[in-house]
């Protein structure tokens, strides 16, 4: 018997394509990870960039789930080797079939074929969780709001597009808290760029005031450089500090003030986006979108999300 | 940036599973994939061996074939480059996720798992389609009866499973014509054995008289060798036969006569199991079974090719 594994080797036609940007944004349900997307997408435009979900590679339906012992958060409730594969599939520039969970009814539905495109944006609850699907990303974020702030969002959300009632939600949310516990926010420790949006504590803001951002840049990949921007007295909007993270390593942290009016924002924000080497025509529109309102630390922690995808040096 | 294709081989955990024997089962529709296939699985077990249709990999469920300008033998109307992925993953002791298409409703729904066993039956309109796909198999098998033979299997399956009227069957047979001889038949020359079951033309063996089979051994894969077993004289069962493929190559043909009684046949069978290695208890109940009735030639054509599913030497 001829060696089969060389035989398929040669047999495979030569892809033409190079190897894409592989962005992984984790975090637990309502978190924010389609709103950093989406203002993501758009700014590279549909052609250079695909998306893709990894709650759509959850094993069980929601009938199914009702009688199993764990939540969707929970790895084995969900193809965890297969999302590995196709994961690391597309990191090699190959299509995939992926599985497609309809949010809505709750159902698996028939899948739909992804190539990848210059930059693949990869979300969902467990996309840095395992070692293997980890080693497919160039850039890796993890959202981190306060849990309160996040019960808010998952309770507006789940109540407004998916059809349940506050009281449900908030059983689930119950439900689900050992799983993310265990699962979920143990994946912060493995993103090199940690997104918390929050109030700030020491401040006593009043309601309606925009959230402000902390960006935490890891040493893990090489940030731009923003000293210059940043020099301490030239704006309000934002500062730099050397921060431990919770679990002690050194990191950056980037503070962006959401009190502060929108015309400071705005020119730190141009003096980053000429500092990251300006392709022309000012920051893109879609940063900072948040519904039909703006945010500018939104804004400010995608654009320091892009700087990788636009210029990581391949 | 780090050697990311290194990081992903790094990563990914070993496999202590062994890669699968590989065998494809390509014909046009109605040709007797499925019979020829459900008798080995059977024979080898549940457990040892695992099955999948190419068919499957339709791109378009039936209403959206309606609009398109070729049949499901298409190539472009099945996602080919996924099906070679697949059938590579499998052959290297991968895991996939198939697409399923289910006949019954012509819809394409959610997918499976399909984990690689020791043996894994491919079955399908193209699985010998292209050259990345062939180079996946250790055995490869085409099923190849008289068209007027498959059009009366067609008809009587597809009227009695699938819903359709004759008419409606021979309209779509006539469509898919030219497909079938531009996609399917040519598949033929790429099997290692082409299996054809049909009445022998020289004889006028009365109705209902088994078909018989003539089995093309291609010498590009080792066949047992029958010489011991199939001296001329020996038995009026069958008999050997060095002839010419249509394409000019030479080939072996075996000749199973389906007019000569069964004890004669059985015989024969005994003693091709018993050459091929016997592991025990006669050969398997399964192999022959024709829904309920039992065919020699059909037995026959399977011994041969579990032969190479029980003894190839990896």
Known sequence: MPDKSLRIRRARPERAGRRPIMLA???????????LARGLEEALGPGRCVSLCTDDYHRYDRAERKDLPFTALHPDCNHVGIMEQHLQLLATGEPVLKPVYDHATGELVRPELVE?????IVEGLLPLYSKPARACFD????????????????VQRDCAKRGYTPEQVLAELERREPESAAHIRPQRRHADLVVRFAPIESRDDPAGTPLSA??????????????????????????????????GRPAESLHVHGYVPREESLAVEKAIWAELGDPGGGA???????GDARSEPLAIAQLLILFHLMELDR
């Open 116 to 120: 990848p495109a210059d930059v693949v």
């Open 214 to 247: 902390t960006v935490m840049l890891r040493p893990t990949i090489p940030h731009p450089d923003l000293s210059a921007v940043l020099q301490p007295g030239l704006t309000r909007a934002m500062h730099l500090k050397l921060e431990r993270d919770p679990d």
């Open 139 to 154: 850039v890796t974020v993890f959202l981190d709001p306060p849990e309160e702030i996040r019960r808010g969002w998952k």
């Open 284 to 290: 893109p529109e879609s940063l900072g979108r948040l």
């Open 25 to 35: 944004i984790a975090g637990d349900s309502a978190a924010g990870k389609t709103t």
